[in-house]
């Protein structure tokens, strides 16, 4: 389940699935036109393992990523990316599982 990480403003536009571990979740805040994403254990709790989450413009293999990585017990992130009228690409691991997406152009 989303925790709201991402702060007010920011509506849930996709979620992937992290394997059986967790999710990783996409937000946009229509004011800003700023995209979020956060990733979140199924199981919060210690021991704290290696999570990640990672944002950035679907624009070809250069393309900088927005990335929080670390050892962490509930959650990495949130990291934002100001991506208005453009398409996104996030990414997201837990523990040795990955995750990606892409989309939302707009």
Same mark, same amino acid.
């Given at each position: ?17 992290? #394997?059986?571990? #967790?999710?990783?979740?996409? *937000?946009?805040?229509?004011? *800003? ?9 199924? *199981?919060?709790?210690? %021991? %704290? ?28 992130? %949130? ?16 523990? #040795?599982?990955?995750?990606? #997406? ?5």
């Amino acid at each position: 389940m989303y925790n709201g990480a991402c702060g007010s403003g920011y509506q849930v536009i996709d979620s992937t699935p992290v #394997g059986d571990v #967790g999710t990783v979740f996409v *937000t946009w805040n229509e004011s *800003t036109g700023k995209n979020c994403a956060v990733t979140i254990r199924n *199981t919060p709790g210690n %021991p %704290p393992v290696w999570m990640a989450v990672s944002l950035a413009i679907d624009a070809g293999r250069d393309a900088p990523y927005v990335v929080d990585s670390g050892n962490y017990t509930s959650y990495a992130g %949130p990291v934002y990316l100001d991506a208005r009228g453009q398409c996104i690409l996030w990414n997201a691991a837990i523990a #040795g599982v990955g995750a990606n #997406g892409r989309g939302h152009c707009g």
